[in-house]
């Protein structure tokens, strides 16, 4: 069992930053995938990125590529998700999600664990 925690939301303008973090409980976090997807007011759920176990492989969203970057402290059971230059298209609720079975290219389906969300509003 993996208990997800995301955190580091809020309202930024646009051109900004932010960075979230998705802390993991359990002593297996370096054996999952670890993605992030978010679902915006209307819309549904989209992928955003994933990054291996290891941390060492990457892959993103074409919406986001440039400028997020997804990264993971094994040893801090945390990932994280660093936002630059916000686009007001960006605003959505954001999720992290841990996957035993999952790929970096997996859809969401293929994920085991979900973190409540975090919402991130950019403002134009």
């Known amino acids: 069992q993996v208990q997800l925690v995301e955190s580091g939301g809020g309202l930024v303008q646009a051109g900004g930053s932010l960075r979230l973090s998705c802390a993991a409980s359990?002593?297996?976090?370096?054996?999952?995938?670890m993605g992030w997807f978010r679902q915006a007011p209307g819309k549904e759920r989209e992928f955003v990125g994933a990054?291996?176990?290891?941390?060492?492989?990457?892959y993103y969203a074409d919406s986001v590529k440039g400028r997020f970057t997804i990264s993971r402290d094994n040893a801090k059971n945390t990932a994280y998700l660093q936002m630059n230059s916000l686009k007001p298209e960006d605003t959505a609720v954001y999720y992290c999600?841990?996957?035993?079975?999952?790929?970096?290219?997996?859809?969401?389906?293929?994920?085991?664990?979900w973190g409540q969300g975090t919402q991130v509003t950019v403002s134009s």
């Open positions: 999600a841990a996957g035993r079975s999952a790929g970096i290219e997996s859809p969401g389906y293929r994920y085991d664990y």
């Open positions: 359990g002593r297996t976090f370096s054996h999952y995938t």
């Open positions: 990054t291996s176990w290891s941390g060492s492989s990457t």
